[in-house]
């Protein structure tokens, strides 16, 4: 009937809309009685402002909101859009008035130049960054600095350990191209006590990020559980198996989390998609369907936290494409770069320690150095 011009079945819709307690049901009646706007504007117009404001289902009201949206050139529906925002203040709806409005000024999505190389940046990647233009990079995968438990990651507070990554973060939006992803992959960390007659304290850095994060722009998308073998994790429970003192159980921690964000973007991930429609898909076979990834973690003689390989293929392979420009802000010894090379990615790669550097050149060959 939403398609209908009879205006018997818009008064029908109105009746059952009323009959009904079932949310779905509203939802889709809303959306159709939307469809009589054209036709009986001021019926379509004087029915939504009765309703709109009962506070009832969201759901419904996302309908009738699309409809005042779709209706705004009529000064009625404009006053009545602003008197909506005004009393819902709601991000979805908020949302929607950014797509909608980009959609109807048909702003086309284009790419920059991008670098054509290899790129290494020493120092402080809040500084470093900044030589790189805006909107040029396509996906952002990193580790942040444990903090405090790693000789390369000293801090005098947590509060300045997260200034620090929020400085940072700001920059990656600048650089990362609209609509793009960047990935973290973070997990809680304990420092070591003073002495034995202080607690340590542990830090929840995956929570905290998430904040860090959409202050900066991005916004959650998904969080992938990193499991690793058992064997390969610090032994937590010990204690515990040794006395079995109720309180005492603290578990091996084999997980870590892989954050998944997008950069704000009015509009959906099918216009980054389109361009790249004469792209290779990705074959169906090996696809993970879940987002619990076991993947062994990786050791190395010059760095003593680095990126499996195989966890940079899958990042790579899900979120980027072949001569993407992909960047690592905390390369440490340059593992996601080589993954990238291999893959036929442009990786950039920040990092501030010098020994580091050093031993990205030697696995990194043609590069550009700044």
């Not at 893959?343 to 990205?360: G, L, Q």
């Amino acid at each position: 009937m939403g398609k209908s011009k009879n205006i018997d079945h818009f008064n029908l819709l109105k009746y059952v809309y009323f009959k009904t307690d079932t949310v779905s049901n509203k939802r889709e009646i809303a959306s159709s009685i939307g469809r009589y706007a054209q036709l009986y504007k001021d019926d379509v117009y004087f029915f939504i402002e009765d309703e709109i404001f009962k506070k009832k289902y969201m759901d419904v009201v996302y309908q009738f909101y699309r409809t005042i949206l779709y209706n705004i050139s009529d000064i009625r529906y404009a006053k009545l859009c602003e008197k909506v925002d005004n009393f819902y203040k709601n991000e979805v709806m908020d949302k929607m008035k950014k797509f909608y409005f980009y959609k109807k000024n048909k702003i086309k999505l284009a790419r920059k130049d991008r670098i054509q190389k290899p790129l290494i940046l020493e120092g402080n990647s809040a500084v470093t960054l900044k030589k790189i233009e805006e909107g040029t990079i396509d996906l952002i995968f990193t580790s942040s600095p444990y903090y405090n438990v790693r000789q390369y990651a000293n801090y005098i507070s947590y509060n300045n350990y997260l200034d620090e990554m929020s400085k940072v973060l700001k920059e990656c939006y600048r650089v990362l191209d609209e609509g793009r992803f960047i990935i973290i992959n973070v997990s809680p960390v304990i420092t070591k006590r003073p002495g034995r007659e202080f607690e340590s304290i542990r830090y929840p850095i995956h929570f905290d990020f998430h904040n860090i994060l959409t202050n900066s722009g991005f916004y959650f998308v998904d969080e992938i559980i990193w499991i690793k073998p058992e064997p390969s994790v610090s032994n937590r429970i010990g204690g515990y198996l040794q006395t079995h003192t109720s309180l005492s159980y603290k578990p091996n921690c084999i997980t870590e989390s892989i954050l998944v964000y997008r950069k704000n973007a009015n509009f959906l991930l099918d216009k980054n998609i389109l361009l790249y429609k004469n792209k290779k898909v990705i074959t169906k076979d090996n696809v993970d369907t879940s987002n619990c990834w076991n993947i062994p973690p990786a050791n190395d003689k010059i760095h003593s936290a680095i990126f499996s390989q195989e966890l940079c293929n899958r990042v790579l392979k899900y979120y980027s494409y072949d001569n993407d420009v992909v960047l690592d802000l905390f390369a440490g010894s340059g593992s996601f770069g080589v993954a990238a090379i291999n893959t036929n990615r442009i990786p950039v790669s920040c990092e501030i320690n010098k020994n580091y550097i050093n031993y990205i050149k030697e696995r990194i060959r043609d590069y550009d150095y700044n």
